[in-house]
């Protein structure tokens, strides 16, 4: 016990220790910055968004809409800069529906980017399909396609060993009495166009289990956590030699879930030892 305790110290200092080296500017308002291109239109409600850097820019996507909840007017917007002040029109995606979690992935020569259609209804999360796009250089980018995963919400895209792995729970019926199960899953893809699932089974099928963060070490092995809608959250690991199989660990259902793993990966790390125990009772 006494060793766990010094261990959860050591983590803590190591934690405290890389936060003080932390630095950032002060906060700014793209959106109300005066600073983005004429063709954006901005909206009341801006959020969902991603940022990626490719070939020497930096990229920007975002949702504009009348309010955070699912809207028909909803309108995804792309946005490229080189010095993070002057920005430039890329495209945007408006389909008269509601458009969520744009996510980019830089593979290989190309830059893609993924966002899902959803309900214009504002009382109704119905995830409809993840559409996908790249750019094609000079502002331009190809015509949206299916990537043949309706009714998935993508959450997050990491590379390992020269593949693309996308994390993403199904959404249809979520929020319904009969969903007692969930079906979050790694999919893999080595073109970036065509996604498939690493397992037969989900990673997760926890009920209300829904985003989940995951990011690789230096040797492979998988970390991830994962939010349960309202009642806490689950911390899981995931062996090198097979990334399909995740250990579980439940938080308490009032803790905070842990959204960012780059800056956690410490605390998981050092903590394995006490969560691997009580998965193991």
Partial sequence: MLQKLILLLL????????SQTVKYDEW??????????AQCKIQA????????????KFYLAFRT???HFPSGKAVMYVVSSTDL???NFETEINLHCDLREPKFAVYHDTLNLYCFTGSKSMFKFD???????????????????????????????????????????YGKGLYQNHHKTSNLRLFQSTNAVDWH?????????TFSAEEGEFIFDSTGN??????LEGTGALVCKADKACIYDWKKFVSKPNTIALCYLPITIISIWYREEIWMERLTK
């Fill in 65 to 67: 809409a009348p309010t």
């Fill in 85 to 87: 002040e002057n920005w």
């Fill in 127 to 169: 995830p409809r399909e993840i559409l996908q796009t790249r750019t094609i250089g000079n502002r331009k980018w190809t015509s949206l396609s299916s990537a043949h995963l309706d009714g998935f919400v993508p959450w997050r895209i990491r590379e390992r060993k020269d593949t693309l792995y996308l994390s993403a729970y």
């Fill in 28 to 37: 700014k308002n793209l959106t109300t910055s005066g600073k983005l291109p």
């Fill in 197 to 205: 699932p690493i397992s037969k089974e989900p990673q997760v099928n």
């Fill in 11 to 18: 983590c803590i200092q190591i934690s405290n220790s890389f």
């Fill in 45 to 56: 409600s801006n959020n969902n968004l991603d940022f990626a850097t490719f070939k020497d």
């Fill in 222 to 227: 998988l970390y991830s956590t994962v939010r």
